[in-house]
């Protein structure tokens, strides 16, 4: 089941009688058996399900309180085209935060169900916040101008999508400083993969974390 805060978040996104997702039990479920490779920050990989459709929801990691006071709203990050982008512009939204790779196995399934929820949710104050990253198996080798044209053009994406960052080590983006310091996962600090998610509630708080394997489609059964 979601924790309760990670259901809320996405309650408060419904106005009364809307309706959700089908679920996936009346959906189906389906998944592909794919290897993960070393990446270079040591990870040494794992034989994983990785979700093609919406299958039934696995609980997010459990999130830790920060020790800091911070919100999201505190950063500026540079957008896909290099402009600067101040956070507190997507106050009183729900976000979804997801490193993003245009190669992975996970790549077709998170663009093509993070698209389609977007479009189900984006005039219901939710956003989806995409950073591109190349740190797990150089599987996001493009220049931004290159994974624009991928994302925009292959899965009609119209969530915004951010310059690429480093989600780890000693390059690492200052607000993924904030998110994995808000909600520690598997490996502790370090982002496992490609398309790990963090939900963001309308205070700009992290509320809950999930491993890259978890389907958006999960996220707000």
Not at 95 to 113: D, F, P
Not at 181 to 193: E, I, M, N, P, R
């Amino acid at each position: 089941m979601a924790s309760a805060t990670a259901a809320a978040a996405f309650t408060s996104l419904l106005p009364a009688g809307a309706s959700r997702l089908p679920s996936a039990a009346a959906a189906g479920a389906a998944a592909s058996f794919v290897r993960l490779p070393r990446h270079p920050t040591g990870w040494a990989g794992a034989s994983v399900a990785a979700p093609r459709t919406a299958r039934r929801r696995a609980p997010g990691i459990a999130y830790a309180t920060a020790a800091t006071e911070k919100s999201i709203y505190d950063y500026t990050v540079k957008d896909i085209d290099g402009k600067d982008v101040p956070l507190k512009r997507f106050k009183n939204k729900v976000l979804l935060i997801v490193n993003v790779a245009s190669q992975c196995g996970l790549t077709t399934a998170n663009y093509t169900e993070l698209s389609h929820i977007y479009e189900k949710y984006k005039t219901q104050g939710f956003e989806i916040l995409a950073f591109p990253c190349n740190q797990f198996g150089a599987q996001e080798p493009g220049s931004n101008s290159q994974i624009k044209q991928f994302a925009c053009t292959r899965f009609k994406a119209e969530f915004p999508i951010f310059d690429k960052v480093d989600v780890n080590g000693p390059n690492t983006a200052p607000i993924y400083k904030f998110l994995k310091s808000s909600a520690g996962g598997f490996l502790g600090d370090l982002v496992k993969w490609n398309f790990e998610k963090f939900l963001v509630d309308k205070n700009g708080k992290v509320v809950e974390r999930y491993p890259p394997t978890t389907s958006p489609f999960q996220i707000e059964v």
